[in-house]
């Protein structure tokens, strides 16, 4: 399967800051990648690097075989939906539709009216009146309208209600049906995209701590739960991500390197937000920030 | 891009639209007045000596139309201010640029197309005030030869379009570079004006060398139609030194001989000591040259504020 996003050694410096560091990735086409990490990982910076609306520092992006720049052709393969949902708020969403048939050489405008037509969400009233989660509908559709090859969304749901969230990622899911359509998302809801996504790719303090796939990815983990003893014996031959140790017991996330056959360690395989939260709390830890999972849910907007 | 540009503006385009209207038809009423009167009395009294006449029938310069003719002076403004300005700026601050400039079009042909829409808009609205200003200011101009006057020189004939190209790209400039659009709006203002005034105050009078005349004081020397006056004064017969270095002390510096001190009208005496008057000016003939090249100015410097605009919306990140 060919690739949609390679990149190598990617960096974004801006005066003081580094919101990119040496991040290098690969998404094979086809597929749903969730981009996941705290606030201010580097998420937004990642997509928008792709997306050629700003220029790395250094480092390489090859994205569906050119390089990210402006260029009608590069362009038009990319959908991109920014954080902050932004449409021209007086206009109604068939005025935005007539700007994508204008500004677009492949448009299907007619497939942007059905989907908000089945919504129900009117045409003609300005956008900014409309509700956050309608309005992000109206942004996905016409995302969607320009028929690209890659969609890059940056958390579109983090500003939506229950329902709308359910239904945003109703409208996505129909629209990567077809499964030539790959799509990068970026969220901190875990529970959310763990239905529809099949590739991970973590972000944290810069840098990227986990890409692939999401099952190889778990099988590659396990979670080591046992009487508080230690540990050195399973960091021989593991590599132990996260530790957590209360009076009684110790917990592990540990990236296998063959069965753990210790008896005295319950073994389970870890879900997504278990190995996603994992990660993320061995980077706060490692910054020397101390926080129980209740607070790190609540920083890292982790439910 | 066009359609889109049409779309953004079509309300805003229509309501200036019909200020330029109102504006025109008080214009051109008290205009054709003007015109008539003119006309009449001029007929009545045939060529020469009958200015007078003039003074009190063709009133010109009634306070309403007066001052929005004078007003006028604003509207090369307006459009670089009011549109120029939010262009880039207001996208930035919203975030609809990342919708713009992520559809199938470069930044480049969003930036060329709506620029060039925006100072062809900029450029017709100050044309067709401009128009209408040198229609309605031609009689009084004609008797009493003011047109190349500071305040009259920049209402008329094609410097306002010169203006209103440079402050469009002076307004899409900043915006572009300061990303936000009070502060564009700030810089847009400020710099029309003052890059309006340094020209107006001093450089129009430099744009070729003026013509210097000295006189006898008993004659005044009154230069044919209207001039514009760079320097007057008197000045010691036989000190006289030529132009170009032409530096000698105008009435203020010159020592009062002592004997025209008490003198009721010092001309007279100020003659009998052997002092004369100089005049430079710009002649009436170089009034469509000056007029070209402060047009040329302001579309040179529009020039590169756009080369700059461009530049920073393609380098920088949007």
């Known amino acids: ?303 | 891009m066009t359609w889109v540009t049409w779309r953004q503006y079509r309300y805003q385009g229509a309501l200036a639209a019909g200020l330029l209207v109102v504006v025109a038809v008080v214009l051109l009423i008290a205009g054709f007045h003007a015109a008539s009167v003119w006309h009449s009395v001029s007929g009545q009294c045939g060529t020469g000596a009958c200015g007078g006449k003039f003074g009190s029938n063709i009133s010109l310069n009634g306070p309403i139309v007066g001052a929005l003719a004078m007003a006028t002076s604003a509207v090369p403004l307006l459009p670089g201010l009011l549109w120029g300005a939010p262009m880039v700026a207001h996208e930035l601050e919203t975030g609809t640029n990342q919708f713009a400039w992520t559809q199938g079009v470069t930044r480049r042909r969003w930036l060329a197309i709506k620029t060039g829409w925006l100072l062809l808009a900029a450029a017709l609205i100050a044309g067709i005030a401009a128009a209408v200003v040198t229609f309605w200011s031609g009689p009084d101009h004609a008797l009493t030869a003011d047109a190349f006057m500071a305040n009259r020189f920049d209402l008329i004939d094609i410097v306002p379009v010169g203006y209103a190209v440079f402050a469009m790209a002076l307004g899409i400039c900043a915006g572009a570079v300061f990303r936000r659009t009070v502060p564009a709006l700030g810089v847009t203002l400020a710099a029309f004006v003052g890059l309006r005034a340094l020209v107006a105050q001093w450089l129009r009078l430099h744009y070729m060398s003026p013509v210097t005349v000295f006189y006898n004081l008993q004659k005044p020397f009154n230069p044919a139609g209207s001039y514009l006056g760079v320097s007057q004064g008197i000045v010691r017969a036989n000190h006289k030194i030529a132009p170009p270095n032409f530096n000698v002390p105008n009435f203020d510096g010159v020592a009062i001989p002592k004997a025209c001190q008490a003198a009721p009208d010092p001309t007279p005496c100020f003659a009998a000591h052997g002092y004369e008057g100089f005049l430079k000016y710009q002649p009436a003939n170089r009034f469509w040259a000056f007029q070209g090249i402060e047009t040329a100015i302001f579309l040179v410097v529009a020039i590169a504020l756009l080369g700059i605009t461009f530049w920073v919306l393609n380098r920088r990140d949007a």
């Open chain 1, 1 to 303: 399967m060919s690739v949609a996003i390679e990149t190598h050694g990617l960096s974004k410096r801006y005066r003081k800051v580094t919101a990119l560091s040496d991040c290098s990735i690969n998404v094979p086409e086809g597929r749903i990648s969730a981009l996941v990490g705290p606030n201010g990982a580097g998420k937004t910076t990642l997509l928008r690097l792709l997306t050629g609306l700003a220029a790395s520092t250094s480092g390489e992006a090859v994205v569906l075989g050119r390089t990210p720049r402006q260029e009608p052709v590069y362009l038009s393969d990319i959908g991109y939906l920014a954080q902050e949902i932004p449409l021209y708020r007086r206009m109604s969403a068939r005025e935005h539709i007539g700007i994508g048939a204008h500004l677009n050489s492949q448009w299907d405008g007619e497939s942007v009216r059905a989907r908000l037509d089945v919504l129900n969400i009117s045409l003609d009233q300005p956008v900014g009146t409309l509700s956050g989660g309608q309005r992000a509908q109206v942004a996905l559709a016409l995302t969607l309208g320009k028929r690209p090859r890659l969609l890059l969304l940056d958390e579109p749901l983090a500003a939506l209600d229950p329902l709308a969230r359910k239904l945003f990622l109703g409208s996505l899911a129909e629209a990567a049906a077809g499964g030539d359509l790959t799509i990068v998302l970026s969220s901190h809801l875990i529970a959310d995209i763990d239905q529809l996504c099949d590739h991970l790719i973590l972000l944290a303090s810069a840098e990227v701590q986990l890409c692939g796939d999401i099952e190889t990815l778990l099988a590659e983990h396990r979670l080591l739960v046992g009487a508080r003893k230690d540990t050195t014996a399973i960091a021989r031959t593991h590599t132990i991500v996260r530790e957590e140790t209360t009076v009684r017991q110790t917990s592990l996330l540990v990236r296998v390197n063959g069965p753990v056959i210790d008896p005295a360690w319950a073994v389970e395989e870890p879900n997504l937000e278990e190995l996603v939260l994992g990660y993320m709390s061995q980077n706060y830890a490692s910054r020397g920030i101390t926080a129980g999972a209740d607070q790190l849910s609540s920083i890292g907007g982790l439910r």
